[in-house]
């Protein structure tokens, strides 16, 4: 069985002002907000947000992402982002996100990697049947599912500095998904002076930043393209999140 319509999400958005860079493109935080915006309505539209989940004490929680890039839309273009569930695998669940122009050609795509968490004891929770019995159909249509692990960073040649401020936290008073990233972009000279776009990312989420948080991001440059990145917290020296990035 495909999957059905009832879990498709197709948002339409025009890219405003506040959303690009000096070139007059999409931001890459601004792209994946409007990717997740899209998902965030597509659970609420289904009732699998984590407002409907509270009562059961569980939440979603963000593991894993791997994003391409093929376009970066302009200024007062309108995109289509279409977004829905990908399936189950144990204890984990899948999202895809695809990202189309006005000419209908796809520009971006996503696949993603979450964990539903018990928001009392914050260790990972067992799949409600209720979920389970929606997400019995057929996948071969889905984006490959982020797997395999990430290269280890051996060399920090680039280290940065971030303090988690009242701004930098989610609804969850956790401190965003896309500060990570944005974070660690910041360390790789190319993207931060307009010279570079990201073409491809895989990000590995493994511990939540709080209000106050010092954090730093150390980033080892791989090739001409290509980088590695972590986010620690060094007060207990704990990873919060590895990456590998490529750009061009």
Not at 29 to 48: P, W
Not at 84 to 112: C, K, M
């Amino acid at each position: 069985m495909a999957i059905p319509e009832e879990l498709i999400y197709r948002g339409s958005y025009t890219i405003r002002t506040y959303e690009i860079d000096t070139n007059k493109q999409v931001t890459i935080a601004s792209l994946i907000n409007l990717m997740q915006e899209a998902a965030m309505q597509n659970v609420i539209d289904i009732k699998l947000s984590v407002w409907d989940l509270a009562a059961q004490n569980i939440s979603w929680v963000l593991l894993r992402k791997n994003l391409k890039i093929h376009q970066l839309p302009k200024l007062n273009e309108t995109i289509k982002v279409v977004t829905h569930p990908a399936g189950f695998d144990r204890l984990f669940t899948y999202r895809d996100y695809r990202v189309y122009d006005e000419q209908g050609n796809l520009i971006a795509e996503s696949a993603s990697t979450w964990l539903l968490m018990d928001t009392q004891t914050r260790g990972a929770a067992k799949i409600p049947d209720t979920i389970l019995s929606r997400g019995q159909f057929d996948t071969a249509d889905c984006l490959v599912r982020p797997k395999g692990r990430l290269p280890k960073l051996t060399e920090v040649q680039i280290e940065k500095k971030f303090r988690v401020n009242w701004h930098d936290l989610d609804f969850n008073h956790h401190l965003s998904n896309i500060r990570y990233m944005q974070w660690m972009f910041e360390t790789v000279d190319s993207y931060t002076n307009g010279t570079a776009t990201l073409q491809e990312l895989s990000i590995v989420y493994k511990a939540e930043g709080h209000l106050n948080d010092e954090l730093t991001v150390q980033t080892q440059q791989l090739d001409e393209h290509t980088f590695l990145h972590q986010l620690i917290r060094p007060a207990d020296d704990q990873l919060l999140a590895t990456a590998q990035t490529l750009w061009k």
